[in-house]
């Protein structure tokens, strides 16, 4: 059973479940308990199964261990302390492995020397022994490696994959069998992807092997729902979950949030003058503090900023730049002298957001969107490094979009609100790894192995067949597979029903190959007429890329035509604009729920102004009236500064003014309308619902209104919407819309959605991915690394073989579900269409004679980067002015 405990426990209570020595270390070490201690330490010292959240700088750490380390010197004490692991503790993060070993080390050497200093020569006599800790990566050194097999750490130090290792390393995985505490750290970074799954399994594998029951701790910062995540660490057990408590400290630690606007005019002012006033802010804000963190969202993104900080207003080595390009020895030095205060301020993409400690932190900085609310508290959750201290972050937003979303972001950041999380489900990729794993241990029957499975989470409901399915084409029963040099990996035997491995090699190629990160690489873009080579995208990017799709690269336009391993071919392109820009790959997609709570912000201001521009006859937009009390009472509610207010009233009135709608939760907006720049006609789905479901939302009803019109049509996706574009004026109206929408309605997408995804890039690169994951294609063979190249074209020619072999082949049925579910949100497409069929949503067909205002960062979407940001903003802001020529008071 799941359950929260609501009262925390007092102080003197907590602390009279620690031993004498561990209990005066703690008191004389800190002046009181943190809200996630005032629960751990009791239901810790009870052995229960615990889940706790809470934010960065609340003694989260302290939470899981301090009790842990009590019982261990109860042990050591007794002269019961053996060599021999009882608590192993799981993070995703290196870095973060090594600051736990540094700071649980200090405890564990003082509370010792207590010890020595109380018992003095007794400690001999008794066997008291100092509790010790570890660290095992694929970092640590052979040498290291061989010590901790004949002495090992009472706290094993560990990630994942090193745990997946140890659970198949016949001498050290004896170590293993006493454990009584497993520490899942960062558990927010874990539960929803298959690298959490593949860990899922390899706890279920350890649980079978323990002498008692361990306990189970999960520990994160950002986490919702909290059952999910409880379900994720506790595990099932005959179809139900476990036991579970859940410790919620996630918002005790304030909040000071604001979106700012750095200049009074975003459409109109001067691209120069823009610079000049962000970095004008961003230097403001660094003199301000002790140590700020800038986040950017990419990577050239961080590089930009540290330049032009440094350029402008002549900052040295007190600013740094820390993103995932750097070496891993840049990014130490970075962390280290955050800890130290050196920096007066770092700048990051993504790579500072996690659990990893970097000191004392002033104030956060956020260029541009997150793009999610659980990613916002994550990120301004740095700052201020005590539980009692108020986390101080500052948003700052350049474009409308940007505005809104960032300011009700924030708010509902202030609401206590987070974006969900899903646990990926039964993915078969991750699953067969393992059952080879598990061959390697010993005989399994069939029963009692799928029984072990499904006291995961992620498979507590897999179907038997699916199984058998991946049983059997790892034990080489599927007629084909081996003339293409895929061989079976385990001995199945179906008479007894039980498996067991097969071959010397199967361990080789288990230990070299495990893991869930697929290898990547640059792919190189060729000219296919001339065989000229023009540079390189990110295999990421060429993945997203379909049939014609146009993109930029080195200033010039190239049309995409095939690729060949990892050769991307294209031709030039004969357009204005690419259609898919530069950074798409790069940029985070809105999260559902975000775009759920901007979408009935838009539903409630806009009713708001509708009864406003009613009641006051208002025909036109007058720019220099203040905004109107009925606004303000709503805006003056939001995180945000004046200018911000201004430009979200503003942003709009234009827009009903101009269409009289406003898309929101309620409605989905499409509208028809014309590009001015280059004649191109336009079908806008003002869909708000993130990138990830509006991808499959427009690829279902771009190929039921192809088939219509009997045309070919481009499509640009982003988070707030879709687009569809013509060279010539389309035969469409409100009827064939609502046709489409119904007929989409009426049943499951999934057979459509894998006609459209087979021929394309995402298909082809996703199956090497799980091909890679289940062993059908090997990265590492025999300590020979496989280039990716040639991993990708034996998948290409495994994925046509399977496809003739079985539809419903095990790997290939993941790659579908994986694209469906995990890329796209198909699940929130249907659920979407559900409600427009049931009419909880409405559709509203509209012809505009040029784009609304709505729709002109979609419209501009495409012209980003071709050849400086300058051209998109001027595009932009002729777009605006022939809008303001028919609403505004002239």
């Known amino acids: 059973m799941i359950e929260y405990v609501k009262e925390p ?86 870095s973060l492995n090594n600051d736990i070993h540094r700071n649980l080390t200090r405890p564990l050497d003082e509370v010792f020397d207590q010890i020595i200093k109380a018992k003095g020569a007794k400690i001999m006599k008794e066997n008291i022994r100092k509790v010790t800790i570890g660290v095992r990566t694929g970092d640590t050194l052979q040498s290291e490696r061989v010590k901790m097999l004949k002495t090992p750490p009472n706290i094993l130090v560990t990630t994942p994959e090193s745990l997946a290792i140890l659970l198949n390393s016949s001498k050290f995985v004896e170590n293993l069998k006493s454990i009584e505490y497993v520490i899942v750290d960062e558990v927010h970074e874990l539960a929803n992807n298959k690298r959490g799954v593949h860990l899922s399994l390899s706890i279920e594998r350890l649980a079978d092997i323990t002498v008692n029951k361990f306990a189970r701790i999960g520990m994160g910062a950002t986490l919702y729902p909290l059952d999910e995540a409880a379900k994720f660490i506790a595990g099932y057990n005959e179809g139900k979950p476990n036991d579970c408590i859940i410790v919620d400290a996630s918002w005790s630690k304030k909040l000071d949030v604001k979106t700012i606007s750095p200049v009074s005019d975003m459409i109109y002012t001067d691209d120069r003058k823009v610079e000049e006033a962000t970095y004008a802010l961003l230097d403001s804000i660094i ?143 991750v699953l067969a790894q393992h059952i080879v794993g598990m061959s390697l241990t010993k005989k399994w029957s069939i029963d009692e192995a799928y029984n072990l499975v499904k006291r995961v989470y992620s498979y507590s409901e897999l179907p038997k067949s699916d199984f058998m399915a991946l049983i059997n084409y790892l034990a080489g029963n599927y007629v084909g597979l081996e003339s293409r040099r895929v061989y079976g990996k385990i001995w199945y035997d179906e008479k007894e029903q039980a498996f067991t491995k097969r071959g010397y090699n199967t361990r080789l190629i288990y230990m070299l190959n495990l893991g869930t990160i697929p290898d990547q690489v640059a792919c190189e873009v060729i000219v296919a007429s001339t065989k000229k080579s023009v540079g390189s995208i990110e295999e990421e990017f060429l993945m997203k890329l379909k049939d014609d799709d146009i993109f930029t690269l080195g200033g010039k336009l190239y049309k995409f035509e095939y690729s060949r391993g990892m050769k991307c071919y294209v031709s030039t392109a004969d357009a204005t604009s690419p259609t898919i820009p530069p950074w798409y790959s790069e940029q985070l997609p809105l999260s559902y729920e975000l775009a759920n709570e901007i979408g009935a912000f838009r539903l409630e201001f806009s009713k708001v102004l509708e009864a406003y521009i009613s009641k006051n006859k208002v025909k036109r937009f007058d720019k220099g009236e203040p905004i109107p009390k009925e606004a303000l009472e709503i805006l003056d509610k939001l995180p945000a500064d004046q200018n911000s207010k201004e430009a979200l009233y503003g942003y709009f009135m234009e827009q009903l003014l101009f269409t009289k709608y406003v898309p929101n939760k309620e409605l989905l907006l499409v509208e028809f309308t014309g590009d001015i720049s280059d004649y191109k006609f336009y079908v806008i789905f003002h869909s708000l619902y993130g990138r990830r479901t509006n991808d499959a939302l427009s690829r279902a009803i771009g190929i039921e209104m192809g088939e219509r019109l009997d045309l070919d049509i481009g499509v640009m996706v982003n988070d707030n919407g879709f687009m569809f574009v013509f060279d010539e004026k389309p035969e469409i109206d409100e009827k064939m819309i609502h046709d489409i929408i119904s007929s989409l309605s009426r049943g499951s997408l999934v057979p459509l959605m894998k006609r459209n995804v087979r021929k394309t890039e995402m298909m082809k690169r996703r199956f090497r991915h799980a091909a890679a994951r289940s062993f059908m294609i090997l990265r590492n063979y025999k300590g020979f690394k496989i280039g990716v190249g040639r991993q990708q074209v034996n998948s290409q020619i495994l994925l046509k073989a399977v496809e003739d072999m079985d539809p419903n082949f095990p790997i290939l049925k993941e790659t579908y579900r994986e694209i469906l579910n995990d890329v796209m949100d198909l699940p929130r497409a249907e659920e979407v269409l559900s409600k427009i069929r049931k009419g909880e949503i409405k559709t509203k067909f509209i012809e505009t004679s040029l784009p609304s205002p709505f729709a002109h960062n979609l419209i501009t979407f495409g012209h980003s980067d071709v050849i400086m940001m300058k051209d998109r903003h001027e595009y932009l802001r002729e777009l605006h002015k022939l809008v303001m020529k028919k609403i505004a008071v002239k």
């Not at 209990?23 to 052995?47: D, G, Y």
């Not at 004490?77 to 021999?84: F, I, N, R, V, Y």
């Not at 990577?299 to 032009?308: A, C, D, K, M």
Request: glycine share 8%; with cysteine.
């Open 287 to 429: 003199k301000k503090g002790k140590t700020t963190l800038i986040f950017t969202n990419t990577r050239s993104g961080t590089e930009r900023v540290i330049f032009n900080l440094k350029k402008i207003f002549g900052y040295g080595d007190d600013i740094a730049a820390h993103h995932g390009s750097l070496s891993r020895e840049s990014r130490l030095e970075v962390e280290d002298l955050l800890k130290k205060g050196s920096l007066k301020c770092a700048v990051s993409s993504t790579s500072l957001e996690l659990g990893v400690d970097i000191g004392s932190i002033d104030t956060v900085v956020q260029l541009g969107s997150p793009k999610s609310v659980t990613r916002a508290v994550q990120r301004i959750g740095r700052a201020g490094h005590s539980f009692k201290a108020v986390a101080k972050g500052d948003v700052v937003v350049l474009n409308r979009d940007d505005l809104v979303e960032c300011t009700i972001m924030l708010d509902a950041a202030l609401k206590r609100h987070l974006d969900s999380f899903t646990v990926p489900r039964g993915p078969l990729d």
């Open 9 to 94: 426990f007092s102080d003197d209570e907590s602390l009279a479940v620690l031993n004498p020595y561990v209990r005066a270390w703690f008191t004389k070490n800190f002046t009181e308990l943190t809200p996630p201690q005032k629960f751990a330490f009791k239901l810790i010292s009870e052995r229960k199964n615990l889940l706790i959240t809470a934010p960065t700088g609340s003694g989260k750490t302290m939470s899981g261990f301090t009790t842990i380390i009590s019982k261990l010197f109860d042990y050591s004490l007794e002269g019961k302390l053996e060599d021999k692991v009882y608590c192993l503790y799981i993070s995703p993060l290196k």
